[in-house]
């Protein structure tokens, strides 16, 4: 007879839930040029070359003219949702309303699509015309502007190429630019790997302290960011704040609602138009690592 209270206890049932682990917030929109709302299915962001001087020889000769290279590149402009459906004949089954915790999730994918969208401007084809009546054309990121593998992961030899590369091109922090870089997982671990890097010599402790690698150093602002592209072999990306242009058809709506035609289950639903251009190849450069 001792057990036969126990068929008595009672189990506290969770009303909540527990969000995954995912990246919440967009963390590319905010390190290059915004546009902000956009009108249309596209926009435009001019670009224009450099001139040099010419000594003048002929007090009394013809004027010498310089036109500088001008461009323009074209954003598309492209839509994004997502739709959670909640059965009205479920929600009584739980302690939980998931309401709440759905909407945060459809407006995290959501941000994590903004940076998708960016980063895709940033290391691919960008729509260019030189020419009124002439049409636009892709133009890639320039092999100088590419720092391949070469059968390595991220390199301490990388990381300062790239900051050579925008030192060389007056792209970099002397010229009033801030500098970023993506970095994921496997970047993190070789950095930290790396005892030269995470030397005294180099930076400050405090970086081996924290076991991380975000915040600024070697010139470069690091943005974490899982999604880069590829799999034996990534791509990260450094560039400038005006190398790319980001811009917003609507910003993200929501709504929750009834769907009549479905049972007058609920409905979370999130939408945002965006579109991004890269404007400077000059002002960009890629690094490819082995994972």
Known sequence: MNNT???????????????????????LESTITNRGM???????????????????????????????????RSALMSDYDVAIPIDNLDLPKLLANPQGDYLQRAIAAMNRKKDAVIYAALKGSALRKTDESGSFAGVAVPAGQIIAAGGTGMTKAKIITARKLFRTNEADNHNGE???????????????????????????????????????????????????????????????KTSAHVGTGSGIQTDIGPRRDKRNLIQIYAAMSIGSVRVNELKVVTIDYVV
């Open 38 to 72: 956009i009108t249309g299915s596209s926009f435009t962001a001019n670009d224009m070359g450099s001139i040099e001087a010419n000594q003048v020889t002929n007090r009394y000769g013809d004027t010498e003219w310089t036109i500088p290279d001008a461009g323009t």
């Open 178 to 240: 801030e500098l970023y870089v993506t970095f994921d997982g496997g970047m993190l671990e070789d950095i930290l790997s790396d005892t030269t890097l995470t030397s005294a010599d180099f930076m400050a402790v405090k970086m081996l302290q924290e076991g991380d690698v975000s915040g600024k150093w070697c010139g470069f602002n690091w943005v974490p960011y899982e999604a880069l592209s590829g799999t034996s072999t990534k791509t990260a990306v450094a560039y400038t």
């Open 5 to 27: 209270i126990t068929a008595a206890f009672v189990t506290q049932f969770h009303d909540s839930f527990v969000a995954a682990a995912e990246q919440k917030e967009s963390r």
